[in-house]
C-alpha cells in the first residue's frame, strides 16, 4: 500500500485554479530575473509546508482558541471539545480530499501508539492533564492522542506534497527495528538505564548517509534526512511550548506556573519523530532518487 498523489478525477476546480495562478506565477518570476523565481520558489514552499501541517496546525489552534474562549462552566469538558474537534477535522479533511485513506491509516495507527505511550507516562508522573473530561482512559484525554497523531499526518502529507525521493536509505527492516528500540525505551528507562544516546548514535549511523529529494515545483532540491528530523522536532518542540502554555497538558515543573519545556525533550520529541517517520515509511515505501534515467 502506498501513498499516492490524487488521480485526475479527485483534482478539484479550486487545486486546478491554484495550478494555474502557480504556472502564471512562474512566468511572472522568469521574466524578472533569479530572484523572483526564488522567491516564488519559496512562496511555494511554505504553502506546501503550511498544507503539510493543516492537521497539526489545527489542533496548536484549537488549543490556542479554546484556552482562550472556551467557557469553563461548559456542559461539555474542554477536553472532551478538543476530542470531538479533532473528529471533526479528521473527516472533513478525507471528505475534501485533503487527506488520502492511506494517510488517515498512518494517523490512527500513531494515535494508538502515541496514546499506549501517553497511559504509562501519566501513570509515572511524567506529566498530567490537569482538566476533568469524560474521553478519556485513566488520567489520559483522548485528545492527546491526536497530537501525536498530528506528527505523522505531516510526515505523511510532506512526503505526498513534496514527493520525497532518497538515497542511501537504510532498509526497511534495520529502520523498524530501531523504531522498536525508540519505543521500547520510552518505558524502560523509567527501570533500566536511559539509552536514548546510544538510540541517538544509532540514528545518526543508519540515516547519516541518507539525502532526502524534496520537490517544490518541477525541480527536487535535497537536504540531509537528519537535518530535516531535526528541524522537524524542533517545531515539535515550539508547539509542545504551546500546548503547555494553554494548560492542555503540564509537566511536574510547571505545576506552579508555566516555564518553558526544557531542551531536554527536544530530545525526546526527536526520538519520538523517528517513530512516526518510520510508520509512514512502511506505508509510503522510500523511492530511490534517479537523475538522468539512472539511479
Known sequence: MRIRPMAGAARTNTLGMLLAWDEQAGHWAR????????????ICFGLKQAAAC???GSMVLLLALSWAFYPPDAALARYDFLTLAALAIQCVLIASRLETIEEAKVILLFHGVGT??????????????????????????????????SVGSYIA???????????RHPPLAAT???????????????????MRYVLFAAVALMFGRTWVYFRIRQVHRRMPLLLGFVLVALFIWFAENIGTFTAAWRYPIQHHGWRMVPLSKLGAWFLLMIISYVMVGAVARPTEHRENGRS
Open 157 to 167: 502529507r510532506a512526503w505526498r506534497l513534496f514527493d520525497f525521493r532518497f538515497t
Open 54 to 56: 493543516l492537521f497539526g
Open 31 to 42: 521574466t524578472r530575473g533569479r530572484g523572483a523565481v526564488a522567491m516564488h520558489e519559496f
Open 116 to 149: 499506549a505511550m501517553e497511559i504509562f507516562k501519566t501513570s509515572m508522573g511524567s506529566w498530567i492533564y490537569p482538566e476533568p473530561s469524560l474521553l478519556r482512559i485513566g488520567g489520559v484525554p483522548l485528545f492527546s492522542g491526536f497530537m501525536y497523531a
Open 176 to 194: 523498524a527495528w530501531l523504531a522498536v528500540a525508540i519505543y521500547l525505551n520510552f518505558f524502560a528507562h523509567h527501570f533500566l538505564p536511559d
